[in-house]
């Protein structure tokens, strides 16, 4: 979602409306902590039109800033005219002659100046077409009230159409007569998404006939049968939106779905459940957007925007996706008052870095993004029809998420995928999310190795494809509860994946059975919720294999024994005893035989790295350096090498990885961010947001090159010229003074 204040019909108010109505269609989604798997997928989303491979420039605004969007070079305009109209065109409705006059000056405008035009259409039925199809609506309830709710012309409440009916025919067939009235480009939707139940009749009728059984009594997680009615009804929004592709692509080929998303990345969405759409469904979007906050509730000082932004970009498979920079922060009521333009232009270019399209608005009182757009632009030959470089592969498995970690999702999910992206980070190591459905032979080969952190909803599909995966030579890093559920989220009697751990599942250690004698003075101060937090406390203890001999890690920890609070599993002891290269001793128990911690085993030609102490959850709720360097350590050792590319800068320097063909010119180009905020940690943590003002710049970074490098090397913008010196058969390539973005480029 995007503002734009200037005129009360604009986007901003659309969407202040439409955010209350889809409360109530979500019944108070957020109070809900759940979510539903991503089956393999039935169908595949149509080729997307070329034009949208070249886009880096979009922006949201009110139809009269269309001239000064042209002028700062903006490439997709995203503003919102209309409502649906009815009836259809083609039974004697359509626009009125005032918007139909309206719409064909907008478009003239955008397509004069060389833009494309994305319509935002509240995809709302009206008043009028519910008069006469009531029982097109959502009913939240299998109940007469729920029927008999009046449609009213200011409460969009009383005005959601449910999209697997006929309401959702209708939207498709009016789209298309837009698109071939128009010639609009493309549309993108607020809302148009699912509801976590849904009783009217077509749904009523379509459930039966798919499955023979009703629908679910209530919105119940717990219960299976309303899972694979979740994941069902995510099957039926993917139909309506391969069907509403295919009407406006054949009125217009090159027209197409840029649409807002709320499944992907976004933390509040994490948090999100039952999901108002299947991650699986971005794919059905010819470019996703996201509104990419960086305000408190969103942990903006910390590393889950990077994250959100890195798995927006995956959830497509690799090709565009916008991020927009939200300027809004410091609570209620939200503002830009005393926003930094430095921050905003800081936000804009980390979107780059995570490969993201800029999308910015132009309703931000007193901020203007001429300089964001032109900062893209002296780039923009970099950013289009690139490919992540793999080397790791990290699982972020959102049947995991919605139904093994349902119950708390903050604490039982998100910690193991942020902590293992934070170690990739922090160490600029290049890594690729992958998703549920890429769990597949062709997908994991491009990989060195893949992570599995705390990935414990797996299919037998996927597990078989994992097993091979590593039988053939693959490297493989999990932790926890890794396939100890099937996609539903049903637990197994053990790991699926028990035969590559070595181990099997023995449950969770207990609390300690003795409290730990406390300073007198500070045990004043305690009271029960700190011996909560205890919970997980153990000591790991390493001895002298190749994991640990590592200079970085041995002063980190120089005597291999060192303190751990996190996620743990019991496990059962392997056949071979030195394949526990780490153990744990609870707090508490001290008397009791230690328990493996780590395991690191040979699998015919493969290796795998398994963790009941789970380092990756760690690292991000309770971190400690240790834990980054063991778990990078852990990486190289399954892959069996370093990656072909290094990159020694300081910690703050967020580094991402991508190939790209040009015409016959192969590429590699790194981005560089550089993260450093001079204000960090002066203010309240729980309330810290990056408002950064300055720039603080970095010296000294280098990248080596270990195997075949590219011919030529230059920093963008501006072509700068680099230093280049061998080291034996490595490339060692020095940079210039990083401020806060640069691109590194390496040309054969």
């Known amino acids: 979602m995007s503002p734009s204040e200037d005129t009360p019909d604009t986007r901003r108010e659309f969407l202040i409306q439409s955010g209350t109505a889809l409360g109530a269609l979500c019944g108070s989604c957020l109070d809900h902590p759940t979510l539903a798997a991503d089956p393999p997928p039935k169908r595949d989303p149509l080729p997307v039109p070329a034009w949208v491979h070249g886009v880096t420039r979009m922006s949201f605004l009110s139809p009269g800033e269309v001239a000064r969007a042209a002028r700062m070079g903006v490439q997709v305009v995203h503003t919102n005219l209309i409502w649906p109209y009815f009836p259809l065109r083609r039974d004697g409705g359509g626009l009125t002659r005032d918007e139909a006059q309206k719409?064909?000056?907008?478009?003239?405008?955008?397509?004069?100046?060389g833009m494309r035009l994305i319509l935002g259409l509240p995809p709302f039925p009206s008043v009028a077409l519910l008069q006469k199809h009531s029982d097109w609506r959502i009913h939240p309830q299998d109940s007469d009230a729920a029927r008999k709710i009046v449609a009213e012309e200011n409460n969009l409440g009383t005005r959601l159409g449910c999209n697997l009916g006929p309401w959702g025919d209708y939207l498709i067939d009016l789209c298309a007569e837009l698109v071939a009235d128009y010639e609009i480009d493309g549309y993108s939707f607020d809302g148009n998404y699912h509801p976590s139940i849904c009783y009217c009749p077509a749904c009523k009728s379509a459930y039966r006939r798919d499955t023979k059984r009703a629908i679910p009594a209530k919105v119940n997680l717990d219960d299976i049968a309303y899972r694979e009615y979740l994941v069902w009804r995510g099957e039926r929004l993917e139909d309506h939106y391969l069907r509403l592709q295919q009407k406006i692509k054949k009125a217009r080929p090159e027209a197409v779905v840029m649409s807002w998303t709320v499944n992907a990345g976004r933390y509040g969405h994490f948090l999100y459940s039952p999901r108002a759409m299947p991650t699986h469904l971005n794919r059905f979007f010819d470019l996703p957007?996201?509104?990419?906050?960086?305000?408190?509730?969103?942990?903006?000082?910390?590393?889950?925007?990077?994250?959100?932004?890195?798995?927006?970009?995956?959830?497509?498979?690799?090709?565009?996706?916008?991020?927009?920079?939200?300027?809004?922060?410091?609570?209620?009521?939200?503002?830009?008052?005393?926003?930094?333009?430095?921050?905003?232009?800081?936000?804009?270019?980390?979107a780059l870095t995570c490969g993201n399209v800029l999308a910015e608005s132009m309703g931000w009182a007193g901020h203007d993004p001429s300089d964001d757009f032109r900062a893209v632009a002296q780039v923009e030959k970099y950013?289009?029809?690139?490919?992540?470089?793999?080397?790791?592969?990290?699982?972020?498995?959102?049947?995991?998420?919605?139904?093994?970690?349902?119950?708390?999702?903050?604490?039982?999910?998100?910690?193991?995928?942020?902590?293992?992206?934070r170690a990739a980070s922090e160490e600029h190591l290049p890594l690729t999310i992958l998703n549920d459905w890429d769990i597949t032979r062709e997908?994991?080969?491009?990989?060195?190795?893949?992570?599995?952190?705390?990935?414990?909803?797996?299919?037998?599909?996927?597990?078989?494809?994992?097993?091979?995966?590593?039988?053939?030579?693959?490297?493989?890093?999990?932790?926890?509860?890794?396939?100890?559920?099937?996609?539903?989220?049903?637990?197994?009697?053990?790991?699926?994946?028990?035969?590559?751990?070595?181990?099997?599942?023995?449950?969770?250690?207990?609390?300690?059975?003795?409290?730990?004698?406390?300073?007198?003075?500070?045990?004043?101060?305690?009271?029960?919720?700190?011996?909560?937090?205890?919970?997980?406390?153990?000591?790991?203890?390493?001895?002298?294999?190749?994991?640990?001999?590592?200079?970085?890690?041995?002063?980190?920890?120089?005597?291999?024994?060192?303190?751990?609070?996190?996620?743990?599993?019991?496990?059962?002891?392997?056949?071979?005893?030195?394949?526990?290269?780490?153990?744990?001793?609870?707090?508490?128990?001290?008397?009791?035989?230690?328990?493996?911690?780590?395991?690191?085993?040979?699998?015919?030609?493969?290796?795998?790295?398994?963790?009941?102490?789970?380092?990756?959850?760690?690292?991000?709720?309770?971190?400690?350096?240790?834990?980054?360097?063991?778990?990078?350590?852990?990486?190289?050792?399954?892959?069996?090498?370093?990656?072909?590319?290094?990159?020694r800068a300081p910690l703050c320097v967020h580094v991402s990885h991508?190939?790209?063909?040009?015409?016959?010119?192969?590429?590699?180009?790194?981005?560089?961010?550089?993260?450093?905020?001079?204000?960090?940690?002066?203010?309240?943590?729980?309330?810290?947001?990056?408002?950064?003002?300055?720039?603080?710049?970095?010296?000294g970074i280098e990248v080596a090159f270990h195997r075949q490098a590219p011919k030529t090397f230059f920093c963008e913008p501006g072509k700068r010229a680099v230093q280049v010196c061998q080291e034996g058969t490595t490339t060692i390539v020095k940079l210039p003074i990083l401020e806060t973005y640069t691109l590194l480029i390496g040309e054969s």
């Open 443 to 647: 997908t994991l080969a491009r990989h060195a190795v893949v992570v599995l952190p705390n990935a414990a909803a797996l299919s037998d599909a996927q597990a078989n494809a994992l097993r091979e995966y590593v039988r053939g030579g693959g490297g493989l890093v999990a932790s926890g509860e890794s396939s100890l559920c099937d996609e539903l989220g049903r637990p197994r009697r053990d790991f699926a994946l028990a035969d590559l751990f070595g181990v099997s599942f023995r449950g969770r250690p207990g609390a300690p059975q003795e409290r730990p004698p406390l300073d007198e003075n500070f045990a004043r101060t305690l009271d029960e919720n700190y011996w909560k937090q205890r919970v997980g406390v153990v000591t790991l203890t390493w001895g002298k294999h190749e994991l640990c001999q590592d200079a970085r890690l041995q002063e980190l920890v120089p005597h291999g024994s060192v303190r751990f609070r996190g996620p743990l599993v019991q496990v059962s002891e392997p056949a071979k005893k030195d394949e526990v290269v780490i153990r744990m001793k609870l707090e508490g128990q001290e008397k009791a035989a230690p328990l493996p911690a780590a395991i690191l085993r040979q699998v015919e030609k493969g290796r795998v790295v398994y963790f009941p102490a789970m380092v990756d959850a760690a690292l991000w709720s309770y971190s400690y350096p240790y834990q980054r360097r063991l778990f990078a350590r852990a990486l190289a050792w399954a892959a069996r090498e370093t990656p072909a590319i290094t990159v």
């Open 658 to 699: 991508f190939t790209q063909n040009d015409q016959g010119k192969q590429r590699v180009i790194l981005h560089l961010f550089n993260g450093v905020n001079t204000t960090a940690h002066h203010g309240v943590p729980a309330a810290e947001v990056p408002l950064r003002e300055e720039v603080l710049p970095i010296h």
């Open 383 to 421: 950013l289009t029809r690139t490919t992540r470089l793999p080397w790791a592969g990290l699982l972020v498995s959102e049947q995991t998420r919605q139904f093994y970690a349902y119950k708390d999702i903050a604490e039982r999910f998100l910690p193991a995928p942020l902590g293992a992206f």
């Open 103 to 113: 719409m064909r000056s907008l478009v003239a405008d955008c397509h004069r100046a």
């Open 289 to 350: 957007m996201q509104e990419w906050w960086l305000d408190e509730t969103n942990l903006g000082a910390s590393i889950v925007p990077t994250f959100g932004a890195t798995y927006l970009r995956a959830t497509v498979g690799d090709r565009p996706s916008a991020a927009e920079p939200y300027l809004m922060s410091r609570g209620n009521p939200y503002g830009t008052d005393s926003f930094p333009a430095h921050e905003r232009h800081a936000r804009c270019l980390l």
